[in-house]
């Protein structure tokens, strides 16, 4: 008996993508986006075994591409011995169910195979309820002509998570799943803002890595900081935050996170139901926008998540771009300028500017001084292990506290800090 039954099959799939004159950009199937759902198709797990395209003025209100082009797709599934049509645009649920049964077999659109590698990826308690919560709001249009098919293609692409054990339900069980999860979201909302509140509080800069999927966050957050997050060349590798501390220089120190990497054409519904993750942007000081500098397509991409940003309300947030990749730059010139930094996250080359430019955003002003401080003013210590750092502390005729702090904390302490000059306005002198 061979072991090849208990590996899991390799679900082959067709492509379909159109491109009409109604739709917008962003809603077209192009050569490039068709590139990318073959490489989505990839990361779930599945196999391209064809593709067809079609151009129309405005899509065919019943199956989207038509019935000639069903019939072609059709006879392409039979051959290929397909088991799945996944298109690169949204489908409406009415032409979804139409087409799965012209077709014969399942029919996802871009949106239900991005959700079907999340549902694969999500580690964190967090980031599974935002992928369960964005499967039911996909699904809950979709119930009708879901049941059979679901009987059908058990644990195939599309249909894990919560897919495949909850959906004999009703719609009045899902609307009330809806409404469990969204709670459960804002409870961990609420938790992520008292710990955003005690950052505050130490006056710890907050640096989000933010770029396209794939485009090597992971990778710069490892180099950076010596976390070992998995960086591999896959779509949606990380999707659950994971935030590590950063010495900038000996008087700043910065909390540094990475995120789930953006997709054109993301659901929208998971942008919401990632809110509670992203929101993490429009709270931190500084953003990396990571953009790798070797794609040919970098350009459109850096404008996806530009778009995205200000869709989660994060566009004022100052902001460094970090061309990475640079030692496979494509153009002649690398991009240069005020807030841009070329760097290889995989050899190291340009980091040393990078945290330079860094520093120079967030740097507060802190410096390290030495407190002498009275006995019976003992409390103050208490303090300054709560607003500084502290790194050093001798007891003597005084306690001598070594620490680093900013200029509001030495400012309070005024004459108890070595070296304290009063602070005179011009007119004083």
Request: aromatic fraction near 4%.
């Amino acid at each position: 008996m061979t072991g090849n039954n208990t590996q899991e099959k390799v679900e082959k799939a067709v492509l379909v993508g159109l491109s009409a004159h109604s739709l917008n950009n962003d809603e077209n199937a192009t050569e490039s986006s068709m590139e990318e759902l073959a490489a989505l198709l990839e990361t779930a797990g599945g196999r391209c075994v064809g593709v067809v395209t079609q151009s129309k003025d405005s899509p065919d209100p019943r199956t989207f591409i038509g019935e000639g082009k069903v019939a072609e797709v059709k006879e392409l599934v039979r051959a290929m011995e397909a088991d799945m049509v996944v298109f690169d645009n949204s489908l409406s649920p009415s032409q979804q169910r139409v087409l799965t049964e012209e077709l014969g077999v399942s029919v996802l659109d871009r949106s239900a195979l991005i959700l079907d590698i999340f549902a694969q990826r999500a580690r964190t308690r967090e980031g599974r309820l935002q992928v369960e919560l964005a499967q039911y709001k996909y699904l809950l249009p979709r119930l009708l002509g879901m049941w059979k098919h679901l009987e059908r293609q058990e644990g195939a692409i599309g249909t894990r998570g919560p897919g495949e054990t909850q959906l004999e339900s009703d719609r009045r069980h899902i609307r009330r799943k809806i409404s469990r999860l969204e709670g459960e979201l804002k409870e961990v909302r609420r938790i992520r803002g008292v710990q955003r509140e005690r950052r505050i509080k130490n006056e710890v800069p907050v640096v989000a890595i933010v770029g396209y999927t794939n485009a090597g966050k992971s990778t710069l957050l490892n180099k950076l900081t010596g976390a070992d997050i998995p960086a591999n060349n896959r779509l949606f590798d990380t999707l659950d935050t994971t935030t590590r501390t950063l010495e900038i220089s000996d008087t700043c120190t910065v909390l540094i996170s990475d995120t789930v990497g953006f997709i054109s054409k993301l659901p929208h519904h998971l942008v919401e139901a990632f809110k509670a993750t992203l929101e993490e942007l429009e709270f931190a000081d500084l953003l990396l926008h990571v953009i790798d500098a070797s794609n040919p397509e970098w350009r459109d991409q850096a404008a996806v998540v530009d778009e995205l940003i200000r869709e989660l309300g994060a566009e004022q947030t100052p902001r460094l771009e970090v061309f990475n990749k640079c030692d496979r730059y494509v153009g002649e010139i690398r991009p240069h300028g005020e807030n841009i930094v070329s760097i290889s996250a995989k050899t190291g080359e340009g980091l040393d500017e990078l945290l330079e430019a860094i520093g120079k955003r967030l740097d507060s002003g802190a410096r390290r001084v030495t407190i002498h401080l009275p006995y019976d003013k003992g409390g103050i210590l208490d303090a300054l292990y709560k607003e500084a750092k502290v790194e050093k502390v001798d007891y003597s005729e005084t306690i001598d506290v070594v620490a680093v702090c900013t200029p509001k904390t030495i400012g309070q302490l005024g004459p108890l800090v070595e070296g304290w000059q009063p602070h005179k306005e011009p007119w004083e002198e």
